[in-house]
């Protein structure tokens, strides 16, 4: 079974800033893209952010690109979403996922795994 399992969510103030990390247990499965998600209570979940494992090409939503930012670490087979300059309005529950076909669209519009998600709470 693949699990993705997130990890780095917490309680922070507005203004700091949180380091999510996003890595995969179970069995083991080639992934092309790795994407980090949000939904906030009440709210539909919204994309955040892209990685190819191979290059490191990166794609953000446009409202997140200048304090968030998505790395990995091939060699762990981790994926990171630094977040900078938190606001109360980015609390939410972060879910990462796995493009495991190799879509071609990019960011892929679908993904085919999903960790069960960490909450991030931005207190003013």
């Known amino acids: 079974q693949v699990q993705l399992v997130e990890s780095g969510g917490g309680l922070v103030q507005a203004g700091g800033s949180l380091r999510l990390s996003c890595a995969p247990s179970?069995?083991?499965?080639?992934?092309?893209?790795m994407g980090w998600f949000r939904q906030a209570p009440g709210k539909e979940r919204e994309f955040v952010a892209a990685?190819?494992?191979?290059?490191?090409?990166?794609y953000y939503a446009d409202s997140m690109k200048a304090r968030f930012t998505i790395s990995r670490d091939n060699a762990a087979n981790t994926v990171y979403l630094q977040m900078n300059s938190l606001k109360p309005e980015d609390t939410a529950v972060y879910y990462c996922a796995a493009d495991v076909l190799g879509r071609t669209d990019w960011p892929p519009l679908e993904y085919d795994y999903w960790g069960q998600g960490t909450q991030v709470t931005v207190s003013s």
């Open positions: 990685i190819r494992w191979t290059g490191g090409e990166t």
């Open positions: 179970g069995r083991a499965f080639i992934s092309y893209v």
